[in-house]
């Protein structure tokens, strides 16, 4: 068996060219040398979408987003987290080598304490235990799986590494290798996508460029950049222009280098760059948006790919649990 390597999305908005560029385009170059194991992490998504609709709409579009980026489910093991209900017992057992401290520390739950810190409320308001034990829930998905390595944005290292301290907890504990120690891989030069105000491309932040968006709204995205308040004959500096590093994403090299130039003689305006920017961006997109609408066209065709996924990731699962059973002593 080769290495494996697994990550998995969490349907909390609509998949936008960030989750492309930061998780699922390398994720799919890494399957061509890795076993992959790919995801849809549902139970990770309920904790913040309590609307049962749209949470419903929000994991069909994650799943065809995934498949129209190119998965190939024959050799990509492809689920959906709530399918594999080992995970849920992994991470009750995680639970019980997770010390309180190293949740205390993991970014997104702090974030929210402090913010509750500066407005002078109770600092436990807004927080569920859903927000709290996510670092052991993400856990368990890795560690059921025998991950190498987990292909993610910057943000969510942490998260990996907090994986990797609790399966060495576990590991130490039955003095033996029962949970492999997995490792983040973070792609540097598309680590941070930027968003339409310049800020890092999220749904939270109200900014970005959907994945799957007509062309005509990709067109007066594109045109929603922010730019500097340089006139047309000025030269530019590519490197400080974030029309150039989302264009940097789409575009060929050698189409780098020549736009690349033509900012620094001056002469081309935002309007122009931002045209540049539209059209790479469109003869990459189009193909995935006819593929996604295809499948979005299907969806008991698409429950079926999930249900095989699934299948086949119990066939792994149920045994990392048959081992941590015997060794817990839960198995008799
Ligand atoms: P959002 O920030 O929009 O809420 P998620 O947190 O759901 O996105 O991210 C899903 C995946 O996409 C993660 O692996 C995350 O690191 C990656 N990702 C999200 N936004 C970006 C971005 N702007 N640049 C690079 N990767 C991103
Ligand atoms: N927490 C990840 C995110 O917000 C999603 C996720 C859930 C994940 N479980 C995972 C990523 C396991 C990698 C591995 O994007």
Not at 20 to 44: N, Q, S
Not at 51 to 73: C, K, M, Q, S
Not at 254 to 281: H, I, P, T
Request: charged share 25%; hydrophobic share 45%; proline share 5%.
């Amino acid at each position: 068996m080769g290495k494996i390597a697994l990550t998995g999305i969490k349907p909390t908005g609509i998949l936008h060219i960030g989750n492309y560029f930061g998780a699922i385009k390398p994720a799919l170059e890494l399957a061509a040398d890795y076993d992959a194991r790919y995801f849809i992490a549902d139970y990770h998504a309920l904790n913040t979408m309590k609307d049962g609709a749209e949470l419903n709409t929000r994991i069909r579009e994650v799943a065809a987003g995934w498949l129209a980026a190119g998965l190939d489910p024959e050799r990509v093991i492809f689920y959906r987290q709530s399918d594999v209900p080992e995970t849920f017992e992994l991470a009750t057992m995680l639970m019980c080598f997770a010390s309180k401290g190293l949740l205390n520390r993991a970014h997104a739950y702090k974030a929210v304490v402090q913010a509750n810190g500066e407005k002078g409320a109770d600092p436990d308001a807004g927080i569920n235990m859903g927000l709290f034990t996510y670092p052991v829930l993400m856990a368990a998905d890795i560690l059921l799986f025998d991950t190498d390595i987990v292909p993610v944005g910057q943000d969510q290292t942490q998260h990996v590494e907090m994986a990797a301290d609790i399966a060495g907890a576990l590991n130490f504990n039955y003095k033996r290798e029962l949970l492999k120690v997995p490792q983040a891989s973070v792609r540097e030069n598309v680590a941070v996508v930027p968003g339409l105000d310049g800020r890092k491309m999220s749904k939270s932040y109200g900014n970005v460029i959907p994945l799957f968006c007509t062309e005509k709204e990709l067109r007066k995205l594109c045109m929603k950049v922010v730019t500097n308040s340089q006139g047309i004959d000025e030269p530019k500096n590519p490197d400080e222009s974030q029309i150039f590093l989302l264009y940097t994403l789409f575009a060929t090299p050698e189409e780098r280098a020549a736009l690349a130039a033509r900012y620094r003689a001056g002469g081309m305006g935002w309007g122009e760059a931002k045209e540049e920017l539209f059209r790479a961006a469109n003869r990459e997109l189009s193909p995935l948006r006819e593929r996604y609408n295809a499948i979005m066209a299907d969806i008991p065709a698409l429950e079926k790919i999930l249900k095989e996924g699934a299948a086949k990731a119990r066939a792994v699962s149920s045994q990392t649990m048959a081992r941590l059973r015997t060794a817990s002593g839960i198995a008799l």
